[in-house]
């Protein structure tokens, strides 16, 4: 039967870019400034995806980064909404990272769609040069397609990928374990003075690391975080995000295990800082403020592509001719 899309597409540009966080917004920014009309398309109500809905603004490995990513780390300093800290890193202000990212958006030309997630792909061709003809949605909007000339999947899950038919592979090549998640929070009522041996964006003066003093305060307070690594970073005034659980057995492209995932989170983060507010003290205001609306999910889809990394690159220290950034490990 013929593939008769042609009316029923909502917009036809030249690029669309599948997925609003670090990655998408970058990727849509570079493409409206080179000339071409851009599409951006993200499911939350936001752009900044780990960085905002998430609520990880721990930016690691950062500082030598060039292009928009040095952007916006200077446009956040100069608005005194993020600032360098230790092990090269960056923390900044969910909130602030959110209005800067549009308002770069809007600038470039980038046509921004929130609220509307990705669902599926068509393509067209021959079997062995098949491409993407168009792009399916689902929103408030209901069902709508999508056409450009170049499509780029930043779904950090390969969702656009796998819906187009690409091969991928998920978890620990025998059992498909995955990574576990976590679920960040943001806590107000502490005072930074006196959780400076706690703070892990600042340097360490002693042997003993921030999140190993941490941990032992929690001890303290008589609950075991399921991350013994736990974190806790200064954002500004006396707020601080927090980092305290890992969330194992669990797929991060399984929506049943993100809901029971998320669940099981915040009610542990909640028993932490009861906890901890219950130590009286430097504690004794200590209270959940905000949790993000999307759990932190560090593995979804690896989607084959031209060249897969090995081990061997990474040891050897690999680079690539067409690399656009280097990794510094600590």
Known sequence: MKDNIKDNIYEDTDVIVCGGGPAGVAAAIAAARAGVRTRLIEMQGCLGGIWTSGLMSWILDCDNKPGIMKEIIEKLEQRGAGRKARAKAFICDPEEVKLLLEEMCVEAGVGIRLYTMVTGARKSGLDDNKRISCITTESKSGRQQWKAKVYIDCTGDGDLCAAAGCGFDIGKPVTGEMQPMSLIAIIGGVDPESVRAFDNSLPYLEDRTAKQNFLEELRRAGVEPSYTAPSLFHVRGDLFIVMLNHEYGYSGINAGHLTEATIE??????????????????????????????????????????????????????????????????
């Open 265 to 330: 989170a915040r009610t542990e983060l909640h028993k932490m800082i009861k906890a901890l507010r219950g130590l009286g003290g430097i504690w004794e205001n200590a209270g959940i403020i905000y949790t993000a609306p999307m759990i932190g999910v560090r593995e979804g889809r690896r989607i084959h592509g031209r060249y897969s990394v090995t081990l061997d690159d990474i040891t050897n220290g690999f680079s690539h001719d067409d690399s656009v950034c280097k990794v510094t490990l600590e």
